[in-house]
Nanobody, 121 residues
């Protein structure tokens, strides 16, 4: 079974940067990416990338600030988040699916435990 483990969350001030990482093990996947959720609100897709071809899809509100990348051989994916804003505060989850469309609006079936990101002054 596919397992996903995130790391890299933390607390930063507005305008600063964070880099999240996700390591996949135990299975294969067609798509992998990042979702975020604030308590009491709907989960939303942030950025996804296809495996192994690397086609990317971003949520429009983060496309000019965030960059998703992967190391196919190492089976890891990263999310570089620059110019963070208070509205980026959320728990970020790494997610994957075996097949289908690799979009931030797609349904993903495998999930990591999440890593918290707090942006405040």
């Amino acid at each position: 079974q596919l397992h996903l483990t995130e790391s890299g969350g933390g607390s930063v001030q507005p305008g600063e940067s964070l880099r999240l990482s996700c390591a996949a093990s135990g299975g294969t996947y067609r798509c992998i990416g990042w979702f975020r959720q604030v308590p009491g609100k709907e989960r939303e897709g942030v950025a996804v990338i296809s495996h192994p071809f690397g086609t990317k899809d971003y949520r429009p509100s983060v496309q000019d600030r965030f960059t998703i990348s992967q190391d196919v051989r190492e089976r890891t994916v990263s999310l570089q988040m620059n110019n963070l804003k208070s509205e980026d505060t959320a728990t970020y989850y790494c997610a994957a699916r075996h097949s289908g469309t690799c979009s931030v609006s797609s349904d993903f079936t495998y999930w990591g435990q999440g890593t918290a990101v707090t942006v405040s002054s």
